[in-house]
């Protein structure tokens, strides 16, 4: 089972940083996330944190403690498993953390022969904008997501 390791970031505006994964459709986005490797020796948050750096440009590791598990949820296909953290911030304490938001990670595509930025656009999304539709989400990202919202 592959574990894919993620950070749900609030901020005080109802909103949630999100990323838009390269050649993926215009509504789909997901939050910062990757595949947990043999070198986090099992360290989810690590992870969590390090695939936060690369997609976002966002370094959280100073404020690990206030970062909280949130839980695990398979994907449907059967051969991932999410593991999810959850943080909230007070825009006007830490918005110097959040204003170079950008992805700095690039993966090969095989078919273009070149590499590319993991993600196209990394930014802080309303809410609102997922339950309507404007927005969407993978499915265990949106389970989790609702978990979260009705604590």
Not at 53 to 67: A, F, S
Not at 96 to 122: A, G, P, Q, R, W
Not at 124 to 131: A, G, P, T
């Amino acid at each position: 089972m592959i574990k894919t390791c993620g950070i749900f970031i609030f901020n005080d505006r109802d909103e949630i940083l999100l990323v838009h994964p390269n050649n993926h459709n215009s509504k789909h986005f997901s939050i910062p996330k990757g595949v947990l490797e043999k070198s986090d020796n099992n360290n989810t948050l690590l992870r969590a944190l390090i695939e936060l750096e690369e997609e976002c440009n966002v370094k959280l590791y100073d404020y690990k403690d206030d970062i909280k598990y949130i839980g695990e949820i398979g994907y449907k296909n059967g051969y991932k498993i999410l593991v999810a953290y959850k943080y909230y911030f007070k825009s006007d304490d830490l918005d110097y953390l959040f204003n170079d938001l950008k992805c700095i990670s690039y993966f090969h595509n095989t078919k273009l022969n070149i590499d590319m930025l993991e993600n196209d656009v990394v930014k802080w999304i309303k809410l609102s904008d997922i339950y309507t539709g404007i927005i969407q989400l993978h499915e265990s990202q949106k389970t989790i997501l609702d978990k979260i919202l009705m604590e």
